[in-house]
């Protein structure tokens, strides 16, 4: 053998082990990103032990355009898909510490709610031993009712109305609960939940939402969320503001609704009612469950801790949905499209530099047909300046 050949096969040996050496880093790394997944939780028993807890992320598309820093709350990753679940467990177990509720003998849990609560009465009936009955607006999405009778929930179905006729569905619900309270003998009982005025509502968020925000992020300075039965907002909102008293916790209302009025001016108002343009709806929007025009007993205990309002038109809503959705690769619902909408306008307001955290209550699966339905038209190109942009 020549030198030469000597030369060249050592100079293939030698680029062959540094292939092979980079194939072994190119490896490596791909390992460490199968270690790096999230991390594995500990093994539990029954789905409602997997409810709460649930993660903090940062919205990056909106960090980098408004110099602030936009976490999200994805209480969309509770097991019935909502922080609904949140408060339905509790419900449930206080009523079994009352004695109001015995699982397995035919009990009912009747709830009157545009959805989100349903859904989780619905899961949780069935793996606590009850049977949910879930009276509901006639208008709600269809994926959403199709989903309650998949769950095996009584789904009935009302027309709307306001809350002081007897047929409006929170009422519906009181009244079945009742009947068969009185006309069972066969020992079976009925529980109204009643979300919109039950204490342990915003008590769940107080005691369990709220203290995981402290110890997901060191300093909050701005909380933001939507109000249906405002449990969410007066829980989190006081165990914020008890923790730090500078903490702002502004609520994002959408049109058709009085609440932002009430925050702002003192009374629960919109201009919709003023103009006499009211339809026959509660409130006028494609946004489901946000948005009032009455006070209940779970709003008025947070009350106090709002600082201000931000109201957001349908059209700012669904243009954010469409923008997280293509920046982010977030698909929500509408009342986490609304809140992100008042956070961008809160960190314009207020920032740059703040840490600002707003709650993700839903996906946007349970919105394909309603809300998404709009959505999806908004142009992929979008821009957040086109987002706030006045239509
Ligand atoms: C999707 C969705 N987002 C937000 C809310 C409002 O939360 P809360 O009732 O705690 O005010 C509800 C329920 O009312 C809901 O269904
Ligand atoms: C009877 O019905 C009501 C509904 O108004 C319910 O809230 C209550 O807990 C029921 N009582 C019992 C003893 O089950
Ligand atoms: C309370 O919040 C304010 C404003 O966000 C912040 O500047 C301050 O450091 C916070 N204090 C504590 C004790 O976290
Ligand atoms: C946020 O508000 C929505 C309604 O606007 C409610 O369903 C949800 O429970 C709230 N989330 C939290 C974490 O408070």
């Known amino acids: 053998m020549s030198w030469k050949s000597t030369l060249q096969t050592s100079a293939t040996i030698l680029s062959l082990v540094i292939v092979i050496n980079e ?36 919205i990056k598309s909106l960090s980098a355009k408004t110099g602030c820093k936009i976490y999200a709350k994805l209480e969309l990753l509770n097991p019935a898909g909502s922080s609904k679940d949140r408060v339905a467990l509790a419900i449930i177990k206080a009523a079994e510490i009352q004695g109001l509720l015995v699982p397995h003998r035919g009990d009912v849990i009747y709830e009157g709610t545009s959805g989100s609560t349903g859904i989780s009465f619905a899961v949780l009936a069935s793996a606590l031993g009850y049977t949910a009955h879930i009276c509901l607006p006639d208008d709600t999405s269809p994926e959403k009712l199709q989903l309650l009778e998949a769950l095996g929930a009584e789904v009935e179905k009302v027309k709307p109305a306001s809350i002081v006729d007897p047929n409006q569905y929170v009422n519906a619900a009181k009244r079945g609960a009742e009947e068969i309270n009185q006309t069972s003998n066969s020992g079976k009982r009925a529980l109204f939940a009643n979300q919109f005025e039950n204490d342990f509502n915003w008590r769940t968020h107080y005691t369990t939402t709220g203290p995981e925000l402290l110890k997901q992020l060191d300093n909050i300075d701005i909380f933001i969320n939507g ?49 006499g343009t009211r339809r026959r709806h509660q409130v006028d929007t494609l946004v489901e469950g946000i948005g009032l025009n009455r006070l209940t007993w779970n709003f008025e205990q947070g009350e106090k801790y709002i600082d201000e309002a931000i109201k957001v038109p349908d059209d700012q809503a669904l243009k954010m949905a469409k923008y997280l959705c293509i920046n ?64």
């Open 23 to 58: 194939l072994r880093r190119a490896y490596a790394r791909i390992s460490q990103l199968e270690t790096t997944l999230t991390p594995l939780p500990p093994r539990s028993r029954g789905i409602e032990s997997r409810i709460g807890n649930t993660p903090l992320i940062e």
């Open 227 to 275: 109000s249906g039965t405002g449990g969410t907002i007066s829980g989190v909102g006081r165990a914020l503001k008890e923790f730090n008293k500078s903490t702002k916790i502004i609520l994002a209302d959408p049109q058709g609704s009085g609440l932002a009025n009430r925050i702002n001016y003192g009374v629960l108002y919109d201009t919709v009612e003023k103009e």
């Open 328 to 391: 982010d690769g977030l698909f929500w619902g509408s009342s986490a499209a609304i809140n992100c909408v008042a956070a961008v306008k809160a960190a314009l307001k207020y920032g740059p530099g703040l840490n600002i955290v707003v709650v993700a209550c839903d996906s946007g699966d349970r919105h394909l047909s309603k809300f998404w339905k709009h959505a999806a038209q908004v142009t992929r190109t979008i821009t957040l300046e086109e987002v706030l942009a006045d239509s």
